[in-house]
């Protein structure tokens, strides 16, 4: 009798990102006109963007006032 492999099963990016001990965040440039790089990320603009961080990144992200972060 021939043996299945188990198949891994797809999780959306929610649970990847909280086993790898990354957070999903909006964030948001509160200026108008200006692209904003940080943390390795961007461009930021008035545009809200969803993205998975680590927590080095959220701090960087948070001390920066021009940005609005919340969680995704």
């Known amino acids: ?5 188990p198949q891994p099963v797809s999780r ?3 649970e990847a990102a ?7 965040i909006r964030v948001t440039v509160r200026s108008t006109g200006f692209r904003r790089y940080r943390a390795g990320l961007g461009p930021l ?3 809200p963007v969803t993205v998975t961080v680590t ?4 701090a ?5 006032t021009l940005l609005i972060v ?3």
């Open 1 to 5: 009798m021939a043996r299945v492999k």
């Open 70 to 72: 919340e969680d995704a």
């Open 45 to 47: 603009t008035r545009e």
């Open 60 to 64: 960087l992200l948070r001390a920066d």
């Open 18 to 24: 909280a086993e790898s001990g990354r957070e999903m």
């Open 12 to 14: 959306g990016p929610e």
């Open 55 to 58: 927590p080095e990144q959220l």
